[in-house]
Nanobody
Framework: QVQLVESGGGLVQAGGSLSLSCAAS?????????MGWFRQVPGNEREFVASISPSGGTTYYADSVKGRFTVSRDNAKNMVYLQMTSLKPDDTAVYSC??????????????????WGQGTQVTVSS
């Protein structure tokens, strides 16, 4: 069974930075899977944030975070990270990492991911 555990959330002032981590365990070879980050505000739909290819060589970002967020991974440690800078109050949400299903090609759709972490709260104050 795959387990994904996020950490690193918290409260930060607008303009500040925060780094999230996601530790993966179980369920096959971590380095074989695309990983993604999503966020959700209660009452809103889940929103794609970023994804990273199995090797880490290809990344993709939502327009709303491009240039401010950086996704990375360490396959030796089964970890994926999300470095967030220039944070805005609109970035406030629960952030979750997820493992994408094999043989699907749209990284921005939540249903294309089969395992999810429990999420970590990020709150950006104005």
């Amino acid at each position: 069974q795959v387990q994904l555990v996020e950490s690193g959330g918290g409260l930060v002032q607008a303009g500040g930075s925060l780094s999230l981590s996601c530790a993966a365990s179980g369920g096959g070879t971590f380095s074989a899977y695309t990983m993604g980050w999503f966020r959700q505000v209660p009452g809103n739909e889940r929103e794609f944030v970023a994804s990273i290819s199995p090797s880490g060589g290809t990344t993709y970002y939502a327009d709303s975070v491009k240039g401010r967020f950086t996704v990375s991974r360490d396959n030796a440690k089964n970890m994926v990270y999300l470095q967030m800078t220039s944070l805005k109050p609109d970035d406030t949400a629960v952030y979750s990492c997820a493992r994408r299903r094999p043989f699907v090609f749209d990284n921005t759709i939540g249903r294309n991911y089969d395992y999810w972490g429990q999420g970590t709260q990020v709150t950006v104050s104005s």
